[in-house]
């Protein structure tokens, strides 16, 4: 992390962009993923039980996690190529059709990845922002938000994929600057992660607010940037009163 990235300051009239990160930030992750996995395997069962009959659902998981924390690291920011390949080498390994396996499977478990429950504010917030800012996503997930109940709501989205890299890596920043058309430090980026999400941006320039709703502690050499508790108290920060 670059030790002179710009200290966190509190949003004021200057934003004209706001970005936010999805995973955990605009819905939680784990039962998104948790009923993605669920409905692969079901299809599974039905279209290539081998590799049922020789992983149990828990199994297959830890493989697909073991096979991504192996790749190289230039790879990783691409979660929908890498998930594609392992299951490519699945379908080897059970001896059913690769191609299947690839594209067919990917569609069921990908479909599923994009059928979120946003947090309980989260609609209406952005119902808030939409036409008042440009909207974005960052995400290092592979969920496309334009997919989602909160879709209609952005005005763009980059996901790490596109950019070549993840946060907190400057590029994915950058990527989204271009894509917004406007000075870095007129974007807010919104997100969980003290280190992807809000020393990412700020290192890049941007400005950041904390989706902080379990009050954990700032331990970084920087400012604290401003908090949020829940996602409602974004247009408060950002001076929006009506």
Request: glycine fraction near 6%; hydrophobic fraction near 45%; proline fraction near 10%.
């Amino acid at each position: 992390m670059n030790s002179k990235a710009r200290p966190a300051a509190v949003p004021d009239h200057s934003i004209e962009c706001i970005t936010f990160d999805l995973d955990d930030t605009l819905w939680p992750v784990m039962p998104v993923i948790r009923h993605a996995e669920d409905r692969f395997y079901a299809w599974l069962r039905e279209r290539a039980p081998a590799v049922c009959a020789r992983f149990e659902p828990e199994e297959l998981v830890a493989d697909r996690a073991g096979f991504m924390r192996a790749a190289p690291e230039e790879e990783r920011h691409d979660l929908t190529r890498l998930r594609k390949r392992w299951l490519r080498g699945l379908a080897q390994r059970c001896q059913v059709c690769p191609d299947t396996l690839e594209e067919e499977g990917f569609a069921v478990f990908w479909h599923a990845r994009n059928e979120v429950t946003p947090f309980p504010e989260a609609d209406a917030v952005l119902a808030r922002l939409h036409g008042r800012f440009t909207l974005g996503a960052i995400s290092n997930g592979n969920a496309d938000v334009f997919r989602t109940p909160l879709g209609r709501y952005f005005d763009f989205a980059v996901p790490a994929a596109e950019a070549g890299a993840a946060k907190p890596h400057p590029r994915i920043f950058e990527h989204a600057r271009r894509r917004a058309g406007v000075p870095a430090p007129a974007i807010l980026h919104v997100g969980d992660d003290p280190v992807a999400d809000i020393l990412g941006a700020l290192d890049a320039g941007l400005n950041a607010a904390w989706y902080n709703p379990d009050a954990l502690p700032w331990e970084h050499p920087v400012p604290a940037p401003p908090r949020l508790g829940r996602l409602g108290q974004l247009p408060r920060i950002l001076g929006l009163h009506d």
